[in-house]
Structure formats: structure tokens, C-alpha cells
């Protein structure tokens, strides 16, 4: 049976642009709850400037209590620059992310960088992580449609990546930050990159905006890819991407991969224990495209007395 590895990035992509602030102990909650759920990597938080983002200002309280919490799992942690890598590394990160944008205007609004800085600040970082020995994750971000520039060449998007792989890489991680890519571009892009950084290696982040993240994670399958960043809810979006709006959510993607055969390692209906934690956190309905199946599901089993099937 096939493996896919899911990295949840609810905790940060989810949670950084929310307008009800939520306290470490619920993030610590949120994390509890997927790891129960069979989630074994978790994009946990980021290590930016307060200022830019409020809700991940916590970031040094709530990482060393979600390693020493949940040691099995794979806390993932966004840094921008060297500050964030210091900052992260103080706290005891064993994997970061950096996240390069492929069009000079996100790169400026997202990190204040034009793009060729932020491609050799993102490198360095790489370099520096490296050699902490710690693992390695570069985002290439609006690898498909940038809100301000249009759709972003694809030579951009596969000379970043390489970069990013011969920096020291672990994962290459595209991501179609606004929802914007459909199922042919994905492939066709996805095919690409894997020309230049080894397709084990590559990872894909998907926005549902348009209602095609499934669709898109399924292209994203036939190039290759196993490697697949969600979001439980399908909370998510960058407070600087105009238009972003939730992240591919985990429990379409998890019930997509099973019923076509492939293995996630996550329970889709104990995922719900962490979707309805995030939902009673920010006071409002989340979930993805099966989620009114899922919960009467949930509930048939339930009055049936049967237990929910592993
Ligand atoms: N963590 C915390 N503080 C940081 C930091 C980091 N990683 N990097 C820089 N800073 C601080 C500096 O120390 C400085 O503080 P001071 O004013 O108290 O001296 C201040 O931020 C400005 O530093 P500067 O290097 O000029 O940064 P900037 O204002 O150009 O901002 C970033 C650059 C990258 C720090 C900021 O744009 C950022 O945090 N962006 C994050 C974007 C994000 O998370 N997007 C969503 C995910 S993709
Ligand atoms: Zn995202």
C-alpha cells in the first residue's frame, strides 16, 4: 500500500491570521488533538516578528511544550531569516521552514524583501539550519498565481526550487498560497520541478479557494508526490495574500488518499475531536468538503453503538 506523509499546518497557517487571538494552551490543545488523531508532523508555529504577526508571538512558550509533550512528532516551525532560525533554535526546534515567495512583490509584503534578498536570506538560513543539524523545509510560495503579479513563471518557480534543494533542503514544499492552481497546471508544474529537486523530496501546499485542493492534490499524486501539507478544518491563509482563503483541508485529503487506496496514518473521525477544539477556539463552523458527511457519520456510529472504525 502506498504511503502519504501529511504535515497539518493548522497551528500556523490556520491560526496566524485569525481575529480572535488564542492562547498557547488551546494551540497546545489543537496539536494534542491531531497527534491523537494519527498526525505525526505539524507545522506548529512561526518564528516572525510579532509585529507583522500577533497570533504566533507565543512561539517560544509553545514549542518546547508541544516536543515535550508529543516527542513522536514532528514539530515543524516557520522561520523568515536568521533572527527567526536563533530565535527557534532557543527553543529547542529540530525542523524549520523557510518560506520564499517566487514574485518580488509577495516577497516584499510578506517578508519585506525584494527577491533576490530574500532567495540568499532564505538560503543562508538553510545553511545555517544545516549546520545546527537541524531539518530542513523551503517553501517556494505563490509557486502558481501571485495576487499581485498574476501567474508566476514557471522557469521562476524551478530555479527557486533548486536553489532551495542545493541550499540544503530537506523538503521543497510549493505551495499555491491563494488557491489558484487547477489540476493540469499542478501536474505540469509538479512534473517540472521534479526534473530538479528528487520528487521523494518534494512537498505540496495547497489553498482550496476555488474548491480544487483535492482535485489538485490528486495531480499532485499522479507527478509523484507523496509529501502533503493540510490543514485540519481547512482553517488557514496569509494575512498578506489578498484572496487566500483555507488551506486543503486534512480530512478531505485523509478520506481521498484511503479510499483510493493509500495509507495516511490518520483517523478521520478522531480528527474531528480536533476540528470541533479549533471550532469552540475560534467560535465559528470549520471544516472541509466532507465534513457534513463526516459528522453524520460520526453520529450514525455513535447511536448505532458501533466504535468508529480505525
Ligand atoms: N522574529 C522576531 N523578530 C524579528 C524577526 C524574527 N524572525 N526578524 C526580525 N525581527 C525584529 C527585529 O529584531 C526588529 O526588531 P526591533 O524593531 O525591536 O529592533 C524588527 O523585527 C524589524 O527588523 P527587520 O529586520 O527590519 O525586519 P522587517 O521589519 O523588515 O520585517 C520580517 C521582516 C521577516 C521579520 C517580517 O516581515 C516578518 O516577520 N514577516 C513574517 C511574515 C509571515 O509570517 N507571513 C505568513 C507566513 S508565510
Ligand atoms: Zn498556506
Redesign the pocket.
Known sequence: METIQITDVSPRDGL?NQAIPVGTDAKLGLIERLAAAGVRSVEVT????????PQ?ADAADLLPRVTARLPGVRASV????L??LE?ASAAGAQEVAV?LSATETMNRK???MGLTQATDVSAQTLQAARERGLRTRAYV?VAFDCPFEGETPLDTVVALAQRMYAAGADEVVIADTIGAASPGMVKQRLQALAQVVPVAQLAVHLHDTRGMGVANAWAALEAGVRRFDASAGAIGG???APGAAGNLATEDLVLMAERSGMRTGIDVYRLLDAIDFAQDALQRPLGGRCIAWLRRQAQTHARAGVSVPD
Open positions: 496566524q512561526s518564528f516572525v516578528s510579532p509585529r507583522a504577526v504566533m516557520l522561520v523568515p531569516n533572527k527567526g530565535r518560506v510578506n517578508i519585506n510560495a496569509c494575512p498578506f
